[in-house]
């Protein structure tokens, strides 16, 4: 059984971890699964070869034995289901902890994305300094309910869940912002996540691919 996943080739974030194969690889390493990487670039996603895997020619895309699967809800919950580590072995706990990996993706990463849709892709229109106060207002009340929350717990339900890879994942994109850190609790638990050995190894595969890039770019013009 060999598990492939697509990646950039060359990620936007020059390797910082925010592109979204960074959670399917943190699932992978949480369940010990070993997995190869196929790179792609922003052409060869727009491609058949690749909307044949992911009808929105986006990355990450996940094979396994036949199995092509896309967008990193479906696959984390995939791994998660398959493998000990991320999801508790009975409900309720299973359920709930199911319930935050889709508060992750549905509730909480939907106003964050809007902050960068407002800084990167609108922050040039006339109307971008009105709009951007009233995206941050969102995302400080939906984050400051998820504060809340959490409270001083370590993670969202008991024990570490594939419900905090998601929701760390998602508030990770925050960081940059500041509005992370404006909720010590919530930057604390994504520190915790982030300290995690499965979490590192991802990062640190994924920061390979960027830093292979450079070298090779840096070699290409000496
Ligand atoms: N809902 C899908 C999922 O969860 O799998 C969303 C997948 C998605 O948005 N993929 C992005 C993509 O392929 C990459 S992760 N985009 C190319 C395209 O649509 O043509 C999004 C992303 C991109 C860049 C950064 N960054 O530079 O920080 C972070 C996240």
Redesign the pocket.
Known sequence: MTITITA?ER???GG?G???DTRVRWALEEAGQPYAVRLVS?QA?KQPAHLALHP?????TYEEDGLAL????AIVLHIAERHAGLLPDADPARARAIAWMFAA?NTVEPPILELVTAKILEGDKPWAAERLPLVLERIRTRVGQLSTRLGEADWLDGAFSAGDLMMVSVLL?LRPSGVLDEFPNLAAYVARGEARPAYRRAYAAQAAVAAGQRAAAGGAGA
């Open positions: 950039f990620s936007p974030d910082k925010l592109a979204r922003f996603m929105f020619g986006q990355i990450p896309f967008e990193t809800g993706l994109r």
